[in-house]
């Protein structure tokens, strides 16, 4: 169930919604390879009616369970948004779309959250990577020169004499 507002609610005080929208209602679940929601969101959030905008304030809380992207290694992460906000426009060219005078901020948690999430998931800032005989299957990943104990493809045309 996405998380509706009601206008009429909000015409003489402002609302408090906290409570749990399931990762499924966010469409988050397969949005990165190397990360998983294992809960849901957790939102504490106030909503305030001005005369052509709702301006909602509050915190917004997701455990994320990655995979470093260098050592594949399985860790948790919090994302944490402490003083997140949204101005909502009911007027206008920006206008939200006001259904059965219900407003879905769904949408609008779903960006913050997806600009949020880490874009290179690490265990620890020094991670090193795979141990040394772990190998991806990739040779000679760190760009070095090959030694001359390896084939080059390049020796057969260093052969030649123009």
Not at 112 to 133: K, R, S, W
Not at 140 to 161: A, I, V
Request: aromatic share 6%; glycine share 4%.
């Amino acid at each position: 169930m996405p998380l509706l507002v009601s206008l009429r609610r909000l015409a003489d005080q402002p609302l408090v919604l906290r409570g749990e929208l399931p990762c499924r209602e966010l469409d988050l679940e397969h949005f990165d390879e190397l990360i998983r929601l294992p809960q849901g969101l957790r939102y504490d959030l106030t909503i305030q009616r001005f005369d052509r905008a709702l301006l909602v304030q509050g915190e917004l809380r997701l455990e994320l369970t990655c995979e470093c992207a260098r050592c594949l290694r399985p860790f948790t992460r919090p994302l944490i948004m402490a003083n997140w906000a949204c101005h909502l426009p009911l007027e206008g060219e920006d206008q939200v779309p006001v259904c059965d005078d219900c407003v879905d901020l769904t949408p609008f948690l779903r960006e913050d959250m997806v600009l949020a999430f880490p874009q290179h998931p690490l265990c620890e800032p020094e991670c090193p990577g795979l141990p040394a005989g772990q190998s991806t299957g990739m040779s000679n990943f760190s760009g070095e020169s090959p030694t001359r104990s390896e084939h080059s493809p390049w020796d057969e045309l260093n052969k030649l004499s123009i």
